[in-house]
């Protein structure tokens, strides 16, 4: 349920109704929108609280969000949350690209690819460390020695740094010098790894997981939003299907829906969503034209070599291509086209 308050509601009576709604047991959520404040009211049938707040002062209207996803709903919020990431407002009106190799493999050439990422245009850099790998005979990434290289390549490129966390244990280490953590698809029911970053005061990259439905993936978002952490970016990056031709089935459906039923930012990562490199820049364009806030591309300067991922993975003269192709789409669909 949302408490939306009156335009000229004073932080008093706002406070009023906080109070009421944790004496009953109940947590509060206030959403930040510039027009007006709303409520969140958070915990088993919050309806029940209706008819005592719905005349206070200052209250104009309660309204029962009936979806199961209440913090993440588009309701919650009338306008678009930004993330802030570096200099990047993720959600607003610029696309926000990430890219970088799947996983940190080689110091020299992960330094190599930042540079040329940046060089291109990138706006935040990618890297596992600790690689969720379907055989535990593949390759897990470099761990703690990852860390030590993601810093050197923060600090030499000045780009923010996605990196995925696999475990609680591990977010003490990654959170030092990552600016924004990635919940992997196969972690993106792991509850209690989802309650810890909701604890953080850091932007979450949360995958959808492969067979997850929109539904599960916002209830996913919901756990970190209700921990208090409202910095969450929705990443689709695929579902399986019958389809074997591709490693996954990009679900740009997604992309719309998502920005129907939520007020989070939402990006689409082509290269998971697709397994194959030729069809990665087709498909970023196609996400953003789905209307996507960004892209998430990964990028290796010598796919042949990588440890995870080459064969989805852009060279950096293709990853150029496709950030130069973003502007005039984005343009052309701000714009509309001329007939
Ligand atoms: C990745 O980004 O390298 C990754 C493992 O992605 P996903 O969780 O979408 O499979
Ligand atoms: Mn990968």
Redesign the pocket.
């Known amino acids: 349920m949302i408490i939306v308050m009156r335009h000229d509601a004073t932080e008093a009576q706002v406070q009023n109704l906080v109070a009421h709604v944790h004496a009953h047991g109940f947590r509060a959520h206030l959403s930040g929108g510039d027009e007006r404040t709303v409520i969140g009211v958070i915990g088993h049938d919050p309806y029940s609280l209706r008819d005592a707040v719905a005349d206070a002062p200052g209250v104009a209207e309660v309204v029962r969000i009936t979806k199961p996803f209440k913090l993440s709903n588009r309701e919650f919020r009338s306008g678009d949350t930004h993330v802030r990431v570096g200099d990047h407002e993720v959600g607003g009106d610029h696309i926000w690209v990430v890219a970088g190799p ?2 940190v493999d080689d110091e020299e050439v992960f330094l190599e690819t930042a540079r040329l990422v940046k060089a291109a245009g990138a706006h935040a850099l ?1 890297g ?1 460390v600790f ?2 790998r379907t055989s535990p005979y593949s390759f897990q990434g470099l761990r703690g020695d990852g860390v030590e290289i993601l810093r050197r390549a923060r600090q030499e490129t000045g780009l923010p740094l996605v990196c ?1 966390v696999l475990s609680a244990a591990d977010i003490d280490a990654l959170a030092e010098v990552a600016d924004v953590l ?1 919940i ?4 993106m029911q792991n509850f209690s790894l989802l309650s810890e970053v909701g604890r953080l005061r850091k932007p979450v990259l949360l ?2 997981g ?1 067979s997850a439905t929109i539904e599960e993936w916002l209830l996913s978002a919901e756990y970190i939003l209700s921990q208090g952490n409202y910095d969450v970016i929705l ?1 689709e ?2 579902i399986r299907t019958f389809e074997t031709y591709t490693r996954n089935t990009l679900d740009l459906n997604a992309v719309p829906l998502i920005r129907e039923l939520s007020h989070l930012p939402v990006i689409v ?1 082509p ?2 969503g697709t397994g194959r490199r030729s069809l990665v820049i087709p498909m970023a364009l196609a996400g953003i034209a789905a209307g996507a806030h960004g892209l ?1 591309i ?1 990028v290796h300067s010598h796919p042949e070599a990588a440890l ?2 080459g064969a989805q993975s852009l060279t950096p003269p293709a990853f150029k291509e496709l950030v130069d192709r973003l502007a005039p789409l984005s343009a052309a669909l701000r714009k509309g086209v001329a007939v």
């Not at 992997?184 to 972690?187: D, Q, S, Y």
């Open positions: 799947c996983s990618r596992g690689k969720p995925e990635q992997g698809a196969r972690n995958k959808r492969m990443c990056r695929g990562d290269s998971h998430m990964e995870s991922d």
